[in-house]
């Protein structure tokens, strides 16, 4: 329920926990989200929490990877210390949205993501974001992210197993044996044009 005169919002939670602003960012309404973004108190419902605790950037990085709408929310108007806050949320499991995009093979989420999220949050606990990040951006072959964090990271260490996903980052890379010449089972045709 909104208040149009005070810009006061009540913030009914489902049991969830999830707000109106999670519950437009999982149906996709970029013109609702928007217009949220516009209340008052913006800089609270951005930030709050479901019960798993994930917050509406959490939720459409990882459910839709709709870049629009994370741009909303992160680019909003008057909140650009709210925008680096929420890049840097955990969920209970201790995840920041750009690895939930990762996880889930969002490629321009991904990408948007890692040129708005501050490199702290890529070095803390010993590399533990940028290695699972690393990994997963293998995993889902977004090479770009991969590569640009090998480069400003050249001491990321590829061989850490990462606390969640138990991965390596040079293990996912050798599991992907398609992605390199030697690996690939190639017809007579191919190999001949290989050549």
Not at 64 to 77: F, W
Request: aromatic share 6%; net charge positive.
């Amino acid at each position: 329920m909104i208040n149009d005169e005070t810009g006061m919002a009540m913030f009914s939670t489902s049991t969830s926990g999830r707000t109106i602003l999670h519950v437009a960012v999982i149906a996709g309404h970029k013109e609702i989200v928007k217009n949220l973004l516009k209340l008052k108190r913006k800089d609270e419902l951005v930030k709050m929490q479901d019960n798993r605790g994930y917050t509406a950037l959490a939720l459409v990085a990882e459910l839709s990877g709709n870049t629009d709408i994370a741009k909303c929310m992160v680019e909003m108007k008057g909140g650009e210390l709210i925008g680096q806050d929420l890049l840097s949320m955990k969920n209970n499991d201790g995840e920041i949205p750009i690895l939930l995009a990762a996880a889930k093979g969002h490629k321009e989420m991904t990408s948007y993501l890692f040129t708005k999220t501050e490199l702290k949050d890529m070095t803390h606990d010993n590399f533990h974001n940028g290695v699972l990040l690393l990994t997963r951006c293998i995993n889902a072959e977004i090479f770009d992210v991969a590569l640009s964090l090998l480069q400003l990271f050249p001491d990321l260490p590829l061989a850490h197993k990462s606390k969640s996903d138990g991965v390596q980052p040079l293990y996912a890379l050798a599991r992907m044996s398609s992605m390199f010449r030697s690996g690939s089972r190639y017809g007579l045709i191919q190999q001949f044009l290989y050549k």
